[in-house]
């Protein structure tokens, strides 16, 4: 999990917290400044959210590329085991 996203969550609940604060009494700043720090918390969210799929694809990608390469060298492999049968048979 990406620190955006602990981060946002954190941001979201005091936010949050700040907000029915500032309602409970009377404040309005405090609500306002509740309401802009979860804003802020979920925008942190999102972020985080991008960069963990980005990794996630990143990862997919390697891991295909290293399956691919993996099949590859056993085709090689293949190849020189039977050109060794082929030329003992001779």
Same mark, same amino acid.
């Given at each position: 999990? !990406? #620190? !955006? ?5 954190? &941001? ?6 700040k ?20 804003? #802020? ?7 985080? %959210?991008?960069? !963990?799929?980005?990794? &996630?694809?990143? &990862?997919?990608?390697l ?7 993996? %099949?590859? %060298?056993?085709?090689? %492999?293949?190849? #020189?085991?039977?050109?060794?049968? !082929?030329?003992?048979?001779?």
């Amino acid at each position: 999990m !990406d #620190k !955006d996203r602990v981060q946002g969550t954190i &941001d979201e609940l005091v936010g949050s917290t700040k907000r029915q604060v500032g309602e409970l009494t009377g404040n309005p700043f405090t609500q306002v400044e509740g309401a802009a720090q979860q804003i #802020k918390g979920k925008i942190e969210n999102a972020i985080g %959210e991008l960069k !963990d799929a980005g990794r &996630d694809a990143r &990862d997919h990608i390697l891991t295909a590329h290293e399956t691919h390469e993996a %099949e590859e %060298e056993i085709k090689r %492999e293949e190849r #020189k085991a039977k050109l060794v049968h !082929d030329h003992n048979l001779m």
